[in-house]
């Protein structure tokens, strides 16, 4: 079984609809993250977990908003979903004892397209 | 700011070719180093870590890395390339407990 999971794997959506997608992990780990992946410019942080009560904005927020709803699972929200949206999402967790280690394990993505 | 550089948004190599895969980062502070591997329709899989112990690290597939810190380098090798290795490559750097700074990725492309 997959130690991080993400729902749905494949999404179409229209301008303008809220969607919500979902992250599970079994691995255990406090600290959470969602990114995006646009072709030609890597992975950009869109918020990041360090427990169920501290979640902070990353470098690319707007338009987004993320749930906390216990240690295992992590939701994002695009509240009015936008083209430029249209993007592959990845979540990833880790350890906060790995210290400066950062080392983060993905979930497969979920490949969101917004008409 | 500090930033990751892979040089190269793709690259070619024949099958059974040395692979070299170029990840340059900013900061004279020695950080944490990481390369990931994407296959196609997949997440992102942990390749290798730098983490201050051997400058040499040896990672899964075959594939290794050597910290430079005089280059502040961070280059990625594989001695022959195999068909299985064509994939997207990522190298990220931390500095902090808590963020990963990511290049912008290398597309390897095997030759037959």
């Known amino acids: 079984d997959a130690d991080v999971t993400q729902t749905p794997r494949n999404r179409i959506t229209k301008t303008g609809k809220r969607i919500m997608l979902e992250c599970s992990q079994t691995?255990?780990?406090?600290?959470m993250y969602w990114y995006r992946q646009d072709p030609g410019l890597g992975l950009r942080l869109i918020y990041y977990?360090?427990?169920?009560?501290?979640?902070n904005k990353g470098e690319i927020s707007d338009g987004y908003s993320v749930s906390r709803q216990a240690q295992a699972k992590f939701s994002l929200s695009l509240e009015s979903a936008i083209p430029n949206q249209t993007a592959l999402y990845f979540c990833?967790?880790?350890?906060?004892?790995?210290?400066?280690?950062?080392?983060?394990?993905f979930g497969p993505g979920t490949r969101l397209t917004v008409l | 700011a500090q930033s990751v550089t892979q040089l190269g948004s793709h690259v070619s190599v024949s099958e059974g070719a040395l692979v070299l895969l170029r990840c340059n980062y900013s900061?004279?502070?020695?950080?944490?180093l990481f390369w990931y591997v994407q296959y196609p329709n997949q997440g992102l899989q942990l390749l290798l870590k730098y983490t201050s112990a051997a400058t040499l690290v040896k990672g899964i597939n075959g594939f290794e890395a050597e910290f430079k810190k005089s280059e502040t380098s961070f280059h990625l090798t594989k001695p022959s390339a195999h068909m299985s290795d064509a994939a997207e490559y990522f190298c990220a750097v931390s500095y902090s407990n808590y963020q990963l700074i990511w290049g912008a990725g290398t597309k390897l492309i095997i030759k037959p």
């Open positions: 977990s360090f427990d169920v009560k501290d979640i």
């Open positions: 990833a967790t880790s350890d906060h004892t790995s210290g400066s280690r950062n080392e983060q394990f």
């Open positions: 900061s004279s502070v020695p950080p944490y």
């Open positions: 691995k255990g780990h406090d600290r």
